[in-house]
């Protein structure tokens, strides 16, 4: 069965490219978390931040105390770095020129609990930085604008992005959309469609250029932005458009 665009699941994915880590001091590996015993509920990691430092991606977080924090691949291929005793983690890594797509997981003991997003370093994170998740709207890393994201499975669109005061009129098309004010200013406004659209924040214009034909996590250049467009399932897809931010 397809999974649609309201729904939630997690999502497995392999990097494109693996980086290596380094420690915060850059004194070689991250250490890993001290053995800890096996419980019934490990909290899986929230990547809260990531960006570029010179030649360094360095990503943030949040999981469980002490906790074990790995950006794991479906090959293997990993990296990892201990979280402190309030759980919080910092990753760096040396930047790579590819795109990079890692799946958080923490570990406790013999426990694992991968994280239901994904983490998407588009151009090793020169181009847009994003967590995305299956029938979630995305969250941009890099920065916040009036429009984030536009999400679709060719049957409904999520338009998210965040606003100083209150959330913004949406229209999709000149229909009006239903908009949902969240945490910080951030919003999200759900339609329908399957196909481009234009989409109106306020007075901002954007033109969708609807879902792709690339299942493979492959970013490609589409309208005034990137599309990524991801399986979800044997059947499903998810698009995700990012607009590019004004200079």
Known sequence: MKRRIIAMAALSATPL???AACSRNGEGAARPADAQTASAWVQPPHVDAAFR????VVVRGLAGPDARVVLRGA???AVAVGADATGRFELRAPAATGDIRLTPEVQVGED???SPETLVLIRGGTGPMILIAAGEPTVRLD???VLDAVDSDGSAVIVSGRTAGGPPTVLVDGARASVMAGAG???RATAS???PAVIMVGDARFDFPGVGAESDFTPVRAGQGW???????PSGRQTTWLPDRAS
């Open 17 to 19: 490219v693996v980086l």
């Open 227 to 233: 599309r990524l467009t991801w399986p979800t399932g």
């Open 185 to 187: 200013g951030t919003w």
């Open 53 to 56: 430092d010179g030649g360094v």
């Open 75 to 77: 090959n293997g291929a």
């Open 193 to 195: 469609g399957n196909g």
């Open 112 to 114: 694992a609990a991968p």
């Open 143 to 145: 920065g916040r604008g």
